[in-house]
T-cell receptor, first 113, second 115 residues
C-alpha cells in the first residue's frame, strides 16, 4: 500500500506566478489535510477536505489560496500570485476516517524567487 | 483553543546520553489525542506515537519511551542511549474532539546528538 504521495517535491516560482501542489492520499483514505511549515517553524493547519467537500478552511489565508479534493484525482492546493512569504514546505496528510491517525506525505518545498 | 508548547527549542547531547523532550498542551476537549513526530534532515515527517486522553499508561518502544501525565498536561518523550541517527526535529501535536481532527503542533525541538 503506497503512502501519501505529493508532487512536485520541489517547486520554484517567480513572484506573481501560480503554484499547484498535488496530494494523492493513501488508498482507501477519503480525508485530506494540508499543513504549512514556514522556515524554522512548526506546522500549521491550513485546510481539511473530504471527497468533494471542504470541511474546515480556518487555517487558510483568505486570499490567493484555494484547495479542492475532487471525486477523481488528487487533492490540489493552489496558490495564485505567489509572494516571497509563501515560500515554505507544504505537507499533506490523509486518514481513512475523521478520528484516525493522519499519515503524512513527504512534502512539497515551494520557493518563490 | 488548543495549544502545544515545546519549551526546548534546541538540545545537544553526546551519543549514549539519555534525553527527554518536553511537551505541554492546553485543550478544553475532554477527549483528545497526543502525538509525536520526527522530522529528520531529509524533511519528511515520521509518525512515532499516538496516545488518547483516556490512556495514561506510559509506553516504551525500544529506546523510546513516553510519559503522559494528565494532571500536568504533559506528554514527554525520552530517548535512551541516544544515537547520532536520532538527530532531528521532534514535534509534539494534539488533536481534539473537534469537527476536523486537525493537528495542532508545537514549535518543535531540534535534537543534535554528537558522536
Amino acid at each position: 500500500n503506497a503512502g501519501v504521495m505529493q508532487n512536485p517535491r520541489h517547486l520554484v516560482r517567480r513572484r506573481g506566478q501560480e503554484a499547484r501542489l498535488r496530494c494523492s492520499p493513501m488508498k482507501g483514505h477519503s480525508h485530506v489535510y494540508w499543513y504549512r511549515q514556514l522556515p524554522e517553524e512548526g506546522l500549521k493547519f491550513m485546510v481539511y477536505l473530504q471527497k468533494e467537500n471542504i470541511i474546515d478552511e480556518s487555517g487558510m489565508p483568505k486570499e490567493r489560496f484555494s484547495a479542492e479534493f475532487p471525486k477523481e484525482g488528487p487533492s490540489i492546493l493552489r496558490i495564485q500570485q505567489v509572494v516571497r512569504g509563501d515560500s515554505a514546505a507544504y505537507f499533506c496528510a490523509s486518514s481513512p476516517d475523521r478520528v484516525d491517525e493522519q499519515y503524512f506525505g513527504p512534502g512539497t518545498r515551494l520557493t518563490v524567487t | 483553543a488548543q495549544k502545544v508548547t515545546q519549551a526546548q527549542t534546541e538540545i545537544s547531547v553526546v551519543e549514549k546520553e539519555d534525553v527527554t523532550l518536553d511537551c505541554v498542551y492546553e485543550t478544553r476537549d475532554t477527549t483528545y489525542y497526543l502525538f509525536w513526530y520526527k522530522q529528520p534532515p531529509s524533511g519528511e515527517l515520521v509518525f512515532l506515537i499516538r496516545r488518547n486522553s483516556f490512556d495514561e499508561q506510559n509506553e516504551i518502544s525500544g529506546r523510546y519511551s513516553w510519559n503522559f501525565q494528565k494532571s500536568t498536561s504533559s506528554f514527554n518523550f525520552t530517548i535512551t542511549a541516544s544515537q547520532v541517527v536520532d538527530s532531528a526535529v521532534y514535534f509534539c501535536a494534539l488533536s481534539g474532539n473537534n469537527a476536523g481532527n486537525m493537528l495542532t503542533f508545537g514549535g518543535g525541538t531540534r535534537l543534535m546528538v554528537k558522536p
